[in-house]
Antibody
Framework: EVQLVQSGAEVKKPGESLKISCGGS????????IGWVRQMPGRGLEWMGS????????RYSPSFQGQVTISADKSTSTAYLQWSGLQASDTAMYYC????????????????WGQGTLVTVSS | SYELTQPSSVSVSPGQTATITCSGD??????ACWYQQKPGQSPMLVIY???KRPSGIPERFSGFNSGDTATLTISGTQPIDEAVYYC??????????FGGGTKLTVL
């Protein structure tokens, strides 16, 4: 069974750093893209970026380029999303999801999702 | 940046057909997917590659993508289908993009 398990909820102060995780199991972790998706309170889904763990090829949405860093550890089948200086506007639910791609096309969408990590940034 | 536009809400009576649209410049040249999200839950893929259903998704869910519009159709809508539906496109240049979401009300 494919599973993506995310780290627990976080409460941080503005300016603090944070790294949240997404552990994959039940499939060949390195062969699938992992995407990160933000959902601000009461708002829609926003694609932040994706990484292919096999070679750490990382693509970012222009809206999030330079704001976050996505990484992956093949040895532990874990992907990460990190911030170096959080802002109140980063308060949101963050999902990781497996991107199904083949032959250079990611037409398969995000077929499995983690349970989400709630990040609250408040002074 | 590439944008996808969805109606904010759609209402349908039980047993009727619900149609949710997603518009984007030449969207038909990209692949469209659709997700269902119920309150307090993670999104769930219901349509991928324009018109394919993942295992376990009922046949009443179907998709079409052509021109500037992708469409999600739910035939014989049931109360359990009430949720927010998001379209998502993938293109080699635009990568992954989500629409703003459509709240489907079954009443």
């Amino acid at each position: 069974e494919v599973q993506l398990v995310q780290s627990g909820a976080e409460v941080k102060k503005p300016g603090e750093s944070l790294k949240i995780s997404c552990g994959g199991s039940g499939y060949t972790f390195i062969g699938y893209w992992i995407g990160w998706v933000r959902q601000m309170p009461g708002r829609g889904l926003e694609w932040m970026g994706s990484i292919l763990p096999e070679d750490s090829n990382t693509r970012y949405s222009p809206s999030f380029q330079g704001q976050v860093t996505i990484s992956a550890d093949k040895s532990t089948s874990t992907a990460y999303l990190q911030w170096s200086g959080l802002q109140a506007s980063d308060t949101a639910m963050y999902y990781c999801a497996r991107g199904y791609c083949s032959d250079g096309s990611c037409s398969g969408g995000f077929d499995h999702w983690g349970q989400g990590t709630l990040v609250t940034v408040s002074s | 940046s590439y944008e996808l536009t969805q109606p904010s809400s759609v209402s349908v009576s039980p047993g009727q057909t619900a149609t949710i649209t997603c518009s984007g410049d030449n969207l038909g040249s990209q692949y469209a997917c659709w997700y269902q999200q119920k309150p307090g839950q993670s999104p769930m893929l219901v349509i991928y590659q324009d018109n394919k259903r993942p295992s376990g998704i009922p046949e009443r869910f179907s998709g079409f993508n052509s021109g500037d519009t992708a469409t999600l159709t739910i035939s014989g809508t049931q109360p359990i289908d009430e949720a927010v539906y998001y379209c998502q496109a993938w293109g080699s240049n635009t990568l992954w993009v989500f629409g703003g979401g459509t709240k489907l009300t079954v009443l």
